[in-house]
């Protein structure tokens, strides 16, 4: 029987996140410029940044190789910045709150983004259907 060990970032994120094993660094301590040298050394990362950068902090993470997912209850950033951030680099929202409403949802995921939606009582199922058509997906 094989063991699942779970890196101790796991454990801060939702449950449903943690299931679904998301390979990123929590960034708690480093600032910008030493993700971005990181970044550079390993070529590419993936971190989890909270609420931690603005946008145009995790711009030049992202520029640099950085790969960012962001958690829809922890981001304060409007629509607008997640869209210019979906087009800076690969960026990936776990959508687990209702920050976003549908349309703002489609306009994001044309940025680029990568939308993954957790939850059934975030939209209606006629919601769900446009934006799974749009390109989002339900759970990973």
């Given at each position: ?5 779970l890196?101790l970032?796991?454990?801060s994120?939702p ?15 480093l600032?910008?410029y030493?993700v971005v ?9 993936h971190i989890?940044p909270?609420?931690?950068?603005n946008?145009?902090?995790l ?6 190789g950085?790969?960012i997912t962001?958690?829809s209850?922890q981001?304060?950033f409007s629509?607008y910045?997640?869209v210019?951030l979906?087009?800076a680099?690969s ?6 709150s209702?920050k ?5 949802m489609v306009d994001i995921?044309?940025a680029?983004?990568r939308?993954?939606?957790?939850k059934?009582t ?9 934006l799974?058509?749009?390109g ?5």
């Amino acid at each position: 029987m094989k063991k699942l060990i779970l890196p101790l970032f796991a454990l801060s994120l939702p449950m449903a996140a943690q299931s679904e094993m998301i390979s990123c660094a929590t960034v708690n301590t480093l600032n910008k410029y030493e993700v971005v040298d990181l970044a550079k050394v390993a070529g590419k990362i993936h971190i989890c940044p909270g609420s931690r950068f603005n946008k145009y902090e995790l711009t030049d993470i992202m520029k640099s190789g950085g790969a960012i997912t962001l958690f829809s209850d922890q981001i304060t950033f409007s629509k607008y910045e997640i869209v210019d951030l979906a087009k800076a680099g690969s960026l990936v929202l776990w959508v687990n709150s209702a920050k976003f409403n549908k349309y703002e949802m489609v306009d994001i995921i044309k940025a680029g983004a990568r939308v993954i939606i957790l939850k059934d009582t975030i939209y209606n199922k006629y919601e769900l259907i446009d934006l799974i058509k749009a390109g989002a997906k339900f759970g990973d």
